[in-house]
């Protein structure tokens, strides 16, 4: 129960809908459109299988399953966060990698006050 309000809480945050929660299975299916679909399977206290039956979603899930494969227990946000954006591209939406916006972003503020600053006197000349 706990995991299907943590996955409703990342739905309300995507493109994506949770639409079916099977507690016995500890699985938990999505769906965004354009027919993007995945399911988590959630065995005890980790999550350890994300699968897609769309033969066109398949590939697009490598990245998150070698996430999951690698060491340590991964929690379903950090999962469902690797998942939306493998499927970035399918749903129409920008790749985003993470590091070199944060990158861009602190480059772009670090020059804006300097324009600024030149801007200011250069009217005040």
């Not at 999505?30 to 999550?47: H, K, T």
């Amino acid at each position: 129960e706990a995991l299907a309000e943590a996955a409703e809480r990342w739905c309300a945050r995507t493109p994506f809908q949770l639409i079916a929660a099977e507690e016995t299975e500890r699985r938990m299916d999505f769906y965004a459109e354009p027919g993007v679909s995945f399911y988590v399977l959630c065995p005890e206290a980790a999550c350890g299988h994300v699968w897609s039956e769309s033969e066109d979603c398949l590939p697009f899930l490598q990245l998150a399953q070698d996430y999951i494969s690698s060491c340590g227990k991964k929690t379903l946000h950090e999962i469902l966060e690797k998942v939306f954006k493998s499927f970035r591209p399918l749903l129409g939406l920008p790749d985003v990698d993470d590091d070199a916006f944060e990158e861009y972003n602190a480059d772009v503020e670090e020059e804006e006050p300097e324009a600024d600053h030149q801007q200011m006197g250069v009217s005040q000349q």
